[in-house]
């Protein structure tokens, strides 16, 4: 069963960040936080993921709690094709991925 | 990077018959593919996780005499779904890990089946 929480949907304008929080309050300390995304109709994308330290890379920057109960992706430049479904994701090494209901994000031009 | 190949990318047939869909992985090795049911407005279900020379492990719910998961070689799972109904018509979606990778998994880029 999913581990997270995060908001059914959100808005943001072109050019600007895109925050998308995650709750994951239950996390263990083995579970890595995951973020991919869907685009309609294709597969899931890899984003970025982390432990304990925040983390960049080439698409996007992961803050994640001090207490790991809850974790931020942030797009810097969000682009129209940013827009897409954004899964947060707890996970032990080698265990399934089990998607919650993930985050809408619509970027406005 | 690791790429996973799905065909075909959609298939329509009739009800009654069966389906078979292909995942490989082109450029790496990977022992666990994993097979995923996505209905519209949904978010992705795990069905399956698929062992290369050994049994699926199904989710619990899912069917495993409908749908056949065979995980012959190190790049190659197929999902054949069998005696197809159209409540079977949705979007399945594979994807594998990669070898000694924490890097999480590479998703193909998903099959749209319609039963009519």
């Known amino acids: 069963d999913a581990k997270t929480t995060q908001p059914p949907s959100m808005d943001c304008a072109e050019g600007r960040a895109a925050n998308l929080p995650c709750n994951h309050s239950?996390?263990?300390?083995?579970?890595?936080v995951y973020w991919y995304r869907q685009i309609h109709s294709q597969g899931p994308q890899y984003i970025i993921h982390g432990l304990k330290n925040n983390e960049t890379n080439e698409m996007a920057s992961l803050i994640i709690t001090e207490d790991r109960k809850s974790s931020t992706l942030i797009l810097p430049h969000a682009t129209l094709r940013d827009t897409a479904v954004y899964y947060c994701?707890?996970?032990?090494?080698?265990?399934?991925?089990?998607f919650g209901t993930g985050t809408s994000l619509t970027v406005i031009p | 990077g690791a790429v996973v190949s799905q065909h075909p990318s959609r298939v329509i047939c009739k009800s009654g018959t069966s389906v078979k869909i292909e995942c490989r992985s082109l450029?790496?090795?990977?022992?666990?593919m994993f097979w995923y049911r996505q209905f519209p407005k949904q978010s992705l279900m795990l069905m399956a996780t698929?062992?290369?020379?050994?049994?699926?492990?199904?989710e619990q719910g899912v069917e495993k005499d409908k749908f056949l998961i065979n995980h012959a070689s190190l790049t190659l799972s197929t999902l054949t779904v069998t005696s197809a109904h159209p409540e079977d018509s949705s979007f399945y979606i594979c994807s594998a890990r990669v070898r000694a990778s924490n890097y999480g998994y590479t998703f193909g880029s998903g099959t749209r089946l319609t039963v009519v």
């Open positions: 239950t996390i263990s300390g083995n579970e890595y």
């Open positions: 450029d790496f090795q990977a022992t666990t």
């Open positions: 698929s062992n290369e020379g050994s049994k699926a492990t199904y």
């Open positions: 994701i707890v996970r032990e090494g080698g265990n399934q991925f089990y």
